[in-house]
């Protein structure tokens, strides 16, 4: 029931995408959102998206903290 904010990347290697669809349908969280990064592997924090990964994961901590 916690807000959720998911980030999946499109070419993990190592975690299979759908597995960002299977956890937010099965989270209760009203507030949840999936981040679908294109571009990243695995490690999305080092990845050439990690800007994007850092400022959705402050806003996040901005909406929740509020």
Request: with cysteine; proline share 5%.
């Amino acid at each position: 029931r916690c807000p959720l904010r998911v980030m999946q990347s499109a070419h993990d290697e190592t975690v299979d995408p759908v597995s960002a669809d299977i956890n937010m349908r099965g989270a209760a969280s009203l507030s949840k959102r999936i981040v679908r990064l294109e571009r990243s592997g695995h490690i999305i924090t080092l990845g050439p998206e990690r800007e994007q990964v850092w400022r959705s994961v402050c806003d996040w901590l901005t909406d929740v903290t509020g």
